[in-house]
């Protein structure tokens, strides 16, 4: 019979030293399964394209949605990364970790984004960056339900102290993960068995601790760092053995992409000796009171598929114009951040920020009222939407009718004449109109005879269409039609 007491140093010792030995043996058990890139594709031609596409998971901490906003680790580095590039970003999710390599490698993705323990046996298809961190492994697993009113060492005897206890148990771990190498090498080393109970490559790391939380899993492993922030709000884990020595964590390119690898060594090389980066970091593995309000939000995409307390209304509407809710929920974020009683300098209030003319135009007597709002700025869209006919593209129409939403109808039909006079096509916002909006910001164009509006900021109707489109093409990824 196996004791459970920590005093048992002598078993942890040999523990760690079994661990350290086989750090200098390769596993019988590892065996190397090299995949090889389908597409040669490198920072030359990424920068060609001009945009940098990376994959990542939808997890707590690298890339998920709260209260409109995308946020994680993984996502902020991504979007400093990008912008030191002079790149766009696109984020591509991929659902079924297992799959992060074989995706990489067939060209599905420029650059790997996630927390991945570098080993040997994924260095075989891929080529790790310098690492972003460094972390170990530790078993996960449940207190007793009433743990609060247990004497210490009752509640000590009732949990698993060392790993050597974990023979002839069973541990619930993604099979393709390092968490799957780390026991079936731990098994080798204390010579018996400790038996993996596969789980699908679509369950997060946070999402399997969750299930150990619930009880609907007895144990599982986890890297320290997302095991502690999880444990902050859910108590009745433990997470205080550990299975592994100090592992790196890295991102990944393919083999045939050094210019890339090079150039993101040298951006983490910069940016970690930056305050930001700590700054990041902590935000997202130990700031335990903003994670415990994120977990508890019904607008944390991880919960529910809701992106503001409005989104019934917002559907409602947005149906009534033939609109996709979520382009008009990421227009409302930009106008409001979906608060009903923000006001700007200008006199515009409320979720829609209607102007008081405006709104007196379209019926809505409260500005304030999320309902009257919602209803009165998707009839000014569609009021909008309606003097771009002549543009038979979808989406050009919709950037030409938002822009104009900002900054006036009659700013942006100016834009269209420039766009024309310059030999460039005013049925298109994209590199052509967009560009002209820029140009009324300047003396030599907006005094134009042809201009009968004047001067227009035109940076913020341009940020205003992009930031839009940007933010959409995030809730698209968590929030479904």
């Known amino acids: 019979m196996l004791l459970k007491n920590s005093s048992i ?5 040999v523990l760690f030293l079994f661990i350290f030995i086989s750090s200098c043996e390769p596993s019988k058990e590892q065996t190397t399964t090299s995949e090889k890139p389908t597409l040669h594709r490198d ?3 990424i920068k060609k394209d001009g945009k940098l596409t990376a994959l990542t998971v939808y997890s707590g901490t690298s890339y998920f949605l709260y209260k409109g906003q995308p946020m994680g680790y993984e996502f902020e580095l991504l979007k400093r990364f990008a912008k ?3 790149l766009e970003l696109e984020i591509v999710v991929v659902n079924n970790l297992d799959e992060l390599i074989t995706k990489l490698n067939n060209g599905e993705g420029d650059i790997l984004a996630h927390g991945l323990a570098i080993t040997k046996n994924r260095q075989a298809s891929v080529t790790f960056t310098n690492y972003l961190y460094l972390t170990k492994q ?5 207190k007793p339900d009433n743990w609060r009113s247990m004497h210490w060492h009752t509640l000590e005897n009732s949990l698993i102290q060392d790993a050597i206890e974990l023979l002839e148990d069973t541990v619930s771990i993604r099979k393709g993960s390092s968490y799957s190498e780390r026991i079936t090498n731990l098994s080798e080393e204390l010579g018996g068995t400790i038996t993996i109970s596969p789980l699908s490559g679509q369950m997060a790391t946070d999402e399997i601790i969750k299930q150990v939380a619930k009880g609907n899993i007895k144990y599982t492993i986890a890297d320290n760092n997302i095991a502690k922030i999880m ?5 009745i884990l433990d997470i205080e053995v550990p299975v592994s020595f100090s592992q790196r ?6 083999k045939n992409s050094p210019d890339l690898l090079k150039a993101t060594n040298l951006w983490l090389e910069d940016i970690k000796t930056e305050v930001d980066y ?3 970091y902590n935000k997202y593995f130990k700031n335990k009171k903003d994670f415990r309000r994120r977990v508890k939000s019904d607008f944390y995409s991880l919960n529910k598929e809701e992106i503001s307390p409005y989104d019934d209304l917002i559907q409602t509407h947005s149906e009534n114009i033939d609109w996709d809710w979520r382009l008009v929920a990421s227009l409302i974020y930009q106008e409001s951040r979906f608060n009903p009683n923000n006001s700007s300098w200008a006199n515009a209030k409320g979720l829609m920020q209607l102007m008081p003319k405006t709104a007196e135009e379209l019926g809505v007597v409260d500005r304030s009222d999320p309902t009257q709002s919602i209803k009165g700025g998707t009839k000014y869209l569609n009021q909008i939407w309606k003097r771009f006919e002549n543009i038979t593209d979808s989406i050009q129409r919709t950037k030409f009718t938002m822009a104009s939403y900002n900054c006036g109808l009659y700013h942006v039909k100016d ?3 420039l766009a024309t006079d310059r030999g460039l096509d005013a049925l298109v916002w994209d590199d052509n109109v967009e560009d002209m909006i820029l140009a009324l910001s300047h003396p030599k164009n907006y005094n134009d005879p042809i201009i009968k509006y004047g001067y227009v900021r035109g940076v913020e109707p341009y940020n205003y269409v992009n930031q839009i489109f940007e933010r959409y093409a995030h809730y698209t990824q968590f929030i479904s039609e």
């Open 9 to 13: 140093n002598i078993q942890y010792f």
């Open 43 to 45: 920072l030359e031609a």
């Open 84 to 86: 030191h590039l002079e």
């Open 138 to 142: 530790v078993l996960v697993q449940k």
């Open 231 to 235: 444990a902050s709000y859910y108590p």
């Open 249 to 254: 964590i890295g991102w990944a390119t393919r």
């Open 278 to 280: 700590n700054v990041i």
């Open 415 to 417: 834009a269209q004449k």
